[in-house]
């Protein structure tokens, strides 16, 4: 009995103290520690951030997005400025109404390191007509790109002539610098040519010439046409009683002057530096040939109002003659046109002798044209031929 009663009492003693625990862990899980009461102040706060914090409240969703960072500008990103000063080559005066752009040049290590050389120097011609102009003292200010070497491109508006400033430095991010460019003055290059007819050597009065701006073709008789005005003009001069023509050039523009006089073919030659007449270069006209093209259609019948076409090599023209490997290029090939009269005749009256000539016709100008011959003339030399017009 005793062994029971002691039992029992232990079981009860167990259960009494299961109870108690059980009741003190209820009561700790209801009461919040002092951590948890801050951790959840700063839940059920949603303005109040933690010092530091780059988050912003939502109070609509009650969840927190970035906050936008705040930039300022990278120094890297600063443009350079270039204060430009063109100035006159003879005078070293400011020049105005010069219009001032850049081209960029990246290098072959940096931006635009995968461009081929072609890409590189072949750069399209830069677009003046919103360029930044010079005042009355030559000066200008343009914004420069950094990082890359510069290539200036100064355009005279007067003059029509471009002037180049290679390997301009480059810039730093933010970096201003001043840059004096010289031009070549309006003229600066004058020049003396002696106009002599090639079979007597005597001086040729009233010798015309102009010169001559690149191009791909260009009408030869039109451009030793003589001038409708006696008014000197700023590209065109004629010859003296002593054969003598005084020219003024752009020292860095072209410098291709075409020479012709009436009853002589033209010839072109390059404009070099001579200040004395008693120096002057020599240029031989030869005594020009005629040529007459009586254009037919298929059936023989004249046309009227066809058009002729006569083109030769530019080395025919150059003298001397080495300079056309040089220039040939820049002028491509010189043409005679004309139209066909009432008879059905195109005449050509100063074409040269001594190269061969290519002629070409066609039912009217503006269409396509059909080679008909080949001929070579002797100077002063008046022949006639025949051109075929196909039907269609």
Request: hydrophobic letters at 40%; proline letters at 9%.
């Amino acid at each position: 009995m005793r062994a029971v009663a002691w039992c029992s009492a232990l079981i009860l003693a167990v259960i009494i103290a299961w109870l108690l625990a059980s009741r003190g862990s209820r009561s700790t899980s209801s009461t919040p520690s002092r951590h948890e009461v801050a951790e959840q102040s700063v839940g059920t706060e949603p303005d109040r951030l933690p010092q530091g914090s780059n988050l912003i409240p939502d109070t609509s969703s009650g969840k927190r997005e970035p906050a936008a960072a705040t930039t300022e500008p990278s120094a890297t990103a600063l443009p350079g400025v270039l204060i430009v000063t063109v100035m006159a080559s003879d005078t070293h005066r400011g020049v105005p109404n010069v219009r001032l752009a850049l081209i960029p040049h990246p290098a072959a290590d940096g931006v635009g390191g995968g461009q081929s050389p072609y890409e590189r120097f072949h750069v399209p011609p830069p677009d003046f007509k919103n360029a930044p102009c010079t005042g009355a003292d030559g000066r200008a200010s343009l914004e420069a790109p950094t990082g890359v070497e510069l290539t200036l491109v100064a355009f005279d508006e007067v003059e029509q002539t471009t002037t180049r400033l290679h390997k301009i430095p480059k810039l730093n991010p933010g970096e201003q610098r001043d840059l004096t460019i010289e031009i070549p003055s309006r003229k600066d290059l004058h020049s003396f040519a002696l106009v002599l007819a090639r079979e007597t050597r005597q001086p040729i009065v009233g010798a015309f010439a102009r010169l001559l701006s690149p191009s791909v073709t260009w009408d030869a008789g039109l451009k030793v046409r003589p001038p409708a005005t006696s008014s000197p003009q700023p590209t065109q001069a004629t010859s003296d009683a002593a054969g003598i023509l005084d020219l003024w050039a752009v020292s860095r523009d072209s410098r291709q002057v075409a020479v012709g006089a009436k009853g002589y073919a033209p010839a072109v030659l390059l404009a070099q530096r001579i200040d004395e007449p008693e120096k002057a270069q020599v240029v031989f006209l030869d005594r020009a040939a005629t040529l007459e093209v009586r254009i037919t259609d298929a059936g023989g019948v004249t046309i009227e109002g066809a058009f002729v076409e006569v083109t030769v090599e530019p080395r025919s023209l150059f003298q001397p003659l080495e300079t056309s490997t040089v220039f040939a290029n820049q002028f491509g090939q010189p043409r005679w046109t004309t139209e066909s009269t009432v008879r059905g005749v195109g005449r050509l009256e100063d074409p040269p002798p001594n190269a061969p000539l290519q002629v070409h016709v066609a039912r009217t100008r503006g269409t396509a044209a059909t080679k008909v011959d080949q001929v070579t003339l002797e100077p002063g030399e008046r022949r006639l031929i025949q051109g075929r017009v196909p039907d269609g």
